[in-house]
């Protein structure tokens, strides 16, 4: 078992595509600031936050439903990259990208949950 949550692999891979969030969010038109830009890097960011939370957490139950949050947080994010394309944000490869990725951040998160639970 990992000593700190960033020793976890679904916190380093969240990290790392927060990281991309960012910089691709970066370019998003300011009349977005305060709500796409700001909804899609929350939801990546409540990812990690999630993961990281439930790393602290005493209780196999809380830390259970904190991990199936971050999970939630996950598709969140993968529908606003689907928003960011039909609004021309980002590029299809882009998207792809982030989406395969997200998705198998998902699944880790599925596995780590399996984990602890054995």
Known sequence: MAK???ELRIWQKGYEL???IYDITAGY???ERYALTSDIRRSANSVIANTAESHGRYYFADKVRVLYTAR?????TRSHLRVSLGRNYILRDELQYLDKNYEGLAKGVSTYIKRIRD
């Open 4 to 6: 700190s949550f960033y």
């Open 18 to 20: 927060l990281m991309k």
């Open 29 to 31: 038109p300011a009349g």
């Open 72 to 76: 939630g947080e996950v598709e969140e």
